[in-house]
């Protein structure tokens, strides 16, 4: 059971564009959200994370927009550019696990 | 700071051998996770570790086992490996408690397991 969906699978943005990937969960226990960042031949880093007590949260380029009712949330990069090109995994996490399930990831190409 | 380091970086071992990956916590880190990561998919969890003692487990038969160091380095260790163990590796270490940050992990670059 996937508790974490992820789409699209694939995206490609012109630069300057605004690139949205979207999630959605099922268990209603997470209360912790992060965004991680995985380019070729290295490990996923921290983007960005939220904690559903607020609907959005910004860091430079990088917004995430939260829907607690719906259980989705999303990540917008603005002025997408190509050195943003890379894989993006949502996640989700329990307070007192900090165990994060990821979702399946989305493949984002930035083209000049 | 260091990051967290794995090691090695590459492995190809035959089907039913067994292996050991290491992996090296960041300082100030005093958790560590393994993560299985399929081609094209997203990392699952294998194990957790505080304290030198396992503190959570994800959906992964006993031949996967771990270890813990006093110094917080971590080995993942698999038995009689299948093709499908065929994956990256991850290692990740994060600090117990702290604000929101500090519920990141750090994530090493993983060991690429082949398994022929």
């Known amino acids: 059971q996937q508790q974490v969906k992820q789409s699209p699978q694939s995206l490609i943005v012109q630069k300057g564009g605004i690139s949205i990937i979207n999630c959605a969960y099922e268990?209603?226990?997470?209360?912790?959200f992060p965004w991680y960042q995985q380019f070729p031949g290295k490990g996923p880093a921290l983007l960005i994370a939220i904690r559903p007590d607020v609907s959005e949260k910004k860091e430079g380029r990088f917004t995430i927009s939260f829907n607690k009712s719906a259980k989705q949330f999303s990540l917008h990069i603005m002025d997408s550019q190509p050195g943003d090109s890379a894989t993006y995994f949502c996640a989700a996490s329990m307070g007192g696990s900090y165990i994060p399930t990821f979702g399946r990831g989305t493949s984002l190409i930035v083209h000049p | 700071e260091t990051g967290v380091t794995q090691s090695p970086t590459h492995l190809i071992k035959t089907r039913g051998q067994q292996v050991t990956l290491r992996c090296s916590s960041q300082?100030?880190?005093?958790?560590v996770s393994w993560y299985q990561q399929a081609l094209g998919q997203g990392p699952q969890f294998i194990f957790q570790?505080?304290?030198?003692?396992?503190?959570g487990r994800g959906n992964f038969p006993p031949r996967f086992s771990g270890l813990q160091f006093p110094n917080y380095s971590s080995e993942l260790n698999v038995n009689a490996l299948e093709l499908d163990d065929s994956a990256l590796y991850l290692c990740?270490?994060?600090?117990?408690?702290?604000?929101?940050?500090?519920?990141?992990?750090?994530f090493g670059s993983g060991t690429r397991l082949t398994v022929v």
């Open positions: 300082s100030g880190h005093n958790t």
């Open positions: 570790y505080y304290r030198e003692e396992e503190n």
């Open positions: 268990n209603t226990a997470f209360d912790y």
């Open positions: 990740a270490s994060s600090p117990r408690g702290g604000g929101e940050r500090n519920y990141g992990y750090t």
